[in-house]
């Protein structure tokens, strides 16, 4: 008998986007199929995760219980009361150990599969770490009662490091999900969309400082949102920067929210270096004053916790490039601390226009590179660079003669006919400079270097990515096949 179609559940009024993370999680919620299940939400903090599953319980008539920092046996009581509150009972449930309190779970979905979500779950499993195993005996135990509840256990929590070990080789619950998604912040375009922001150079700034963090826009800024172009300052001054407002103490508490992070000092100098441009281990160990070994363990966490991302240079191997995966942490670092005694005195307009120039080379610049490598992967059409982008990244290419190397801020890989990591293009990235032919030229000389070095180049096309345009020269070789442009219309509307 064919099995009929699951009614979808509709996504709440005032969730923007998250189309796909929904989709997930309702497939999740409505398997018909008897017995537990499990799954695992993680994501960078201020996401929108709780907002999730918390619209997913109430959708579902599912429970919700949102953990806090607290002892096991206060743990257990509160989630007893919890409980007892969602069942109608009006004296609560007192689970002695997890073992009981995962057994009250379980029970909720005994007529009908239920959604159970335990939110903030590194709380609870920090408190006693005994709950991972108390969940994998229960999900794992094959008995008839084991088939007549059929709770959608849902795990979520912002401890990047936590939850990325939960379901590894070592934990008890390896092996046991069926769902382990990951909320991202908004892609560029839908966080330009979500701040009401059409002026794309405008995006580009406010994604610098803001990212797509979705709480962000409601929540720390309380809807005060650049007016345009001209009012980018103005804004800055009265809201980011302003020691009153919650996004101004925000990046500083993200760290200190990161329980793994237990020499702060030394993470935030760590985090410092790659902000103000060292990409490389050498250079943030120089930054640091200490020899580059003793740069690999907060690196290592950093990226663990999600703070940091570390990517591949496409032309030399073992050499990772480094950044900070949030923006608001990078403009934290390279813009507000080297000024923050001027800000927390509310020195703002001038500790703001010093900072311009930083701000513009150490934070926008970078950030600009970052977006034209999403373009890339996320929106460019294969026919744009003659075949199917697969992977967007920096690169550096050594020039022998001239004793000098160069660097590529993109470099697309991809796939044209039968053959796949083809070197489809190299493309250079200014964020305030009219690109002109000697930009063309330098790309034409860097895949010279490359031809040279035995990489074929046959299917490789320049391109120049800009924020503020191309000469009429640069068009014209455009027109002429010889080279991709791609400029901020291209970037925020175009493919």
């Not at 009614?7 to 008897?34: H, I």
């Not at 920092?69 to 007892?84: I, K, Y």
């Not at 966080?191 to 979705?214: K, N, Y």
Request: glycine share 10%.
């Amino acid at each position: 008998m064919a099995r009929r179609p699951r009614r979808p559940v509709p996504k709440p009024d005032g969730m923007f986007d998250r189309n796909v993370e929904w989709s997930e999680l309702t497939a999740f919620a409505g398997n018909p199929q008897p017995g537990p299940s499990l799954g695992v939400v993680s994501g960078r903090r201020r996401q929108g995760k709780s907002f999730l599953l918390d619209s997913l319980a109430e959708a579902t008539g599912g429970f919700y219980f949102q953990a806090l920092e607290a002892s096991r046996s206060e743990s257990l009581a509160m989630l007893g009361r919890a409980v007892a509150d969602y069942a109608g009972r009006s004296v609560p449930d007192r689970p002695g150990n997890w073992a009981e309190a995962v057994d009250l779970l379980f029970d909720l979905g005994r007529e009908t599969p239920t959604v159970v979500v335990l939110d903030e779950f590194p709380y609870l499993a920090r408190a006693d770490d005994s709950l991972p195993s108390a969940l994998q005996a229960a999900i794992g135990t094959r008995t008839p009662r084991h088939l007549t509840r059929s709770p959608r256990l849902l795990l979520c929590g912002s401890a990047l490091s936590f939850m990325g070990g939960l379901l590894s080789g070592t934990s008890p619950l390896c092996g046991r999900a069926g769902l382990n998604l990951v909320v991202q912040s908004l892609p560029y375009r839908q966080a330009a969309a979500f701040w009401g922001i059409g002026d794309p150079r405008l995006a580009v700034l406010t994604h610098a400082v803001v990212g797509g963090t979705p709480a962000y826009r409601n929540e720390f800024v309380a809807g005060d949102t650049p007016e345009g172009f001209a009012d980018f300052d103005a804004w800055m001054c009265r809201s980011v920067l302003n020691p009153a407002s919650a996004i101004y103490g925000e990046a500083p508490f993200l760290l200190a929210a990161e329980s793994e992070l237990r020499d702060r000092s030394l993470y935030h100098s760590v985090l410092a270096a790659v902000a103000q441009g060292n990409e490389t281990s050498g250079g943030i160990a120089n930054y640091l004053g200490r020899p580059r070994t003793d740069a690999a363990l907060p690196l290592t966490v950093l990226r663990n916790c999600g703070l940091i991302a570390v990517e591949d240079d496409v032309f030399r191997r073992n050499r990772p490039r480094y950044r900070v995966a949030e923006p608001l942490i990078a403009f934290h670092h390279a813009v507000v601390r080297p000024e923050q005694a001027a800000f927390d005195r509310r020195r703002t307009s001038a500790a703001w226009a010093r900072s311009q120039d930083t701000f513009l080379s150490k934070v926008v610049g970078p950030h600009f590179e970052h977006l034209c490598r999403e373009w890339v992967l996320d929106h460019a059409d294969p026919a744009t660079f003659g075949g199917m982008p697969v992977r967007a990244a920096a690169g550096t290419v050594a020039d022998p003669e001239a004793r000098t190397s160069h660097e590529v801020d993109v470099v697309v890989h991809g796939a044209v006919g039968q053959d796949t990591g083809v070197l489809l293009s190299v493309g250079e990235v200014t964020w305030g400079r009219l690109m002109d032919l000697p930009d063309l030229a330098r790309l034409h000389h860097i895949l010279g270097l490359l031809t040279a070095r035995g990489i074929d180049t046959v299917h490789a096309l320049p391109a120049c990515y800009s924020g503020v345009g191309f000469t009429p020269a640069l068009r014209a070789a455009e027109g002429r096949g010889e080279v991709v442009l791609v400029d901020l219309e291209r970037v925020y509307g175009g493919e």
